[in-house]
């Protein structure tokens, strides 16, 4: 089933690291993406307080309850991760853990889906302490990346608002049965237990929506084109000013406090049209 990203770690130095690297206490709850044949599966949930694992191979999610069967703090769901209600799952299964107690989820993702799954968990990321991911090297660098440099984009932009992603190290494809075509990264996502910047969310990230979809046009003129200003030439050169932004500029060169800023400004614009 390779069309299900199916690139199973058969490296155990690897495999120890990223255990390693999650940092995972008796308290948590540990929720896995894809746990395939098991590799990390059975070092996690050994540390956690629950675990749970969402597979949505029936075959390879058959298996894994049967190898699981007697431990009850393991529950293996099979279904697709992008229609997996988080909210749920995390509250259901963190009932009976101490009031402190974390979640965080642990995966060596499934390549094809990385974006829409990476998309999910940072909108669902108020539910999570962090994130521990296998990931292409390519989207690892986009995670990273700083404001210009090659890679920086909405995902960058989004990954940093709400988390802290640091590089942690790089994996060959000879740890991988199959090899995957591509070299892999492991990151770690620290959630944060605030927002960066002092902005309202939505605002700023329609904001930066708009100058992403338009990537090729300066600033100005994707703001123009959106659906923010509607073509308002006056009203896109008074929030740029006001947010002392260069309107030639592009969205990739643009910091997650920048876009904030034209979020301020564009709220306070909005609040005196509405006045
Ligand atoms: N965790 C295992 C390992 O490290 O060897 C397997 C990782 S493999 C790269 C990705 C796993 O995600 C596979 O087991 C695949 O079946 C599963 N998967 C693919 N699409 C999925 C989806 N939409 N929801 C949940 N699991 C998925």
Known sequence: MRTLGQNFLVDTRIRDSIVNCAGVRSSDLVVEIGPGKGALTRPLA????????????PVLARDLRRVFRSEDNVHIIQDDILSCDLRTLVHEHSANLPKNHRALVVANLPYYITTPIL????????????????????????LTASPGSRGYSELSVKAQYF???VLLFEVPPTAFDPPPAVRSAVVRMRVRPEPP?????????????????QRRKTLRNALLASRLFAGKKDAVAEVLSCASID????AE???VEEFAAI?????????GEDN
Do not use: C
């Not at 998309?119 to 986009?142: I, P, R």
């Not at 309107?247 to 592009?250: A, D, F, N, V």
């Not at 979020?263 to 609040?271: C, D, I, M, S, V």
């Open 263 to 271: 979020a301020r400004a564009y709220a306070r614009y909005k609040a």
């Open 253 to 255: 060169t643009l910091s």
């Open 163 to 165: 988390t802290e992603p």
């Open 247 to 250: 309107g030639g500029r592009r």
């Open 46 to 57: 050994e540390r956690a307080g629950v675990f749970v694992a969402i597979e949505v191979d």
């Open 119 to 142: 998309n999910k968990l940072l909108s669902d990321s108020g539910l999570f302490s962090a994130f521990t991911l296998m990931v292409q090297l390519e989207v690892a660098q986009k």
């Open 197 to 213: 910047v002092d902005a309202d969310s939505d605002i700023m990230f329609s904001i930066v929506g708009a100058g992403y979809g």
